[in-house]
């Protein structure tokens, strides 16, 4: 998997202003606010800074992007929705795109996570207009007067801006050893051979790329966290119990025997309907159900 990268700085770190010559000066946009309402927890949109583009030309076809802001570095400042535009005749296809030229173009301090830009890392999980996908994914809609609301994976804290803090997702991971468990050497002491068929079995399982979109998107998970692992830590799972080259079976089996661990999904679905790979973690889940009731 190809290594994640956080475009923001090190976290929790004082930013140290930068430096603007006269000529660099020009090339970030102004931003105005207005006084924020009082008693709301969020400021609502028409209360946020609105930042633009410094020029537009006669054909733009100008995008609005709400995103979501929170800086650990202000604790007492709460979290709030900015407004960017930008002109999409400038910007790539993908809401990636639009993110990585704010960033670099508009508002440097905007912070998210990206590495492959090609559905791979899963870095860029997020939610977009309601939706968890992968922004490098999610095509920016090319109707102007619809408006982009952009936030971190729902239900988990957030690190700052789009970034979600996914520690307790990989911790879950960790615990159900994703890797291959054998005492037999295989026959050759080189390869662990298995047949076309036993290989086919793993197809819709090995592809899932720890995105966590689906697990961010089931209220199962919302609710038990700490103890349901989620659909995505259990696809993973059972790509390990259909492997016939792995001899811990029964071991993998007994972990999630309990009433916590895989038995809290109620088949919402939502994890099949979000998964950017196209997987189906519930088809997955109910298999291990069938596999312990049988064992």
Known sequence: MASRRCVSRPLFSALRPAVRTPATRRCFASVTSDPPSPGRGEVSERDTPTITEPAKSSN??????????????????????????????????????????????????????RSCREG?????????????????????????????????????????????????????????KPYLQRTTPSPDGREYRQSKDDRKKLDGLYECILCACCSTSCPSYWWN??????PAVLLQTFRWLADSRDEKKEERKAQLDNSMSIYRCHTIMNCARVCPKGLNPAKAIAEIKKELAFS
């Open 225 to 230: 966290s700490e103890q349901y692992l989620g």
């Open 60 to 113: 733009a076809r100008t995008k609005t992007f709400h995103i979501y802001r929170w800086n650990p570095d202000e604790p007492t400042s709460k979290p709030k929705m900015q407004t960017y535009t930008l002109d999409l005749n400038k910007t790539g296809p993908m809401v990636l795109d639009a993110l990585i030229r704010i960033k670099n173009e508009v508002d440097p301090t905007l912070t998210f996570r």
């Open 120 to 176: 791979i890392c899963g870095s860029c999980a997020m939610n977009i207009d309601g939706v968890n996908t992968l922004a490098c994914l999610c095509k920016i809609p090319t109707d102007s007067k619809h408006e982009s609301r952009i936030y971190p994976l729902p239900h988990t804290y957030v690190v700052k801006d789009l970034v979600p803090d996914l520690t307790q997702f990989y911790k879950q991971y960790k615990t159900i």
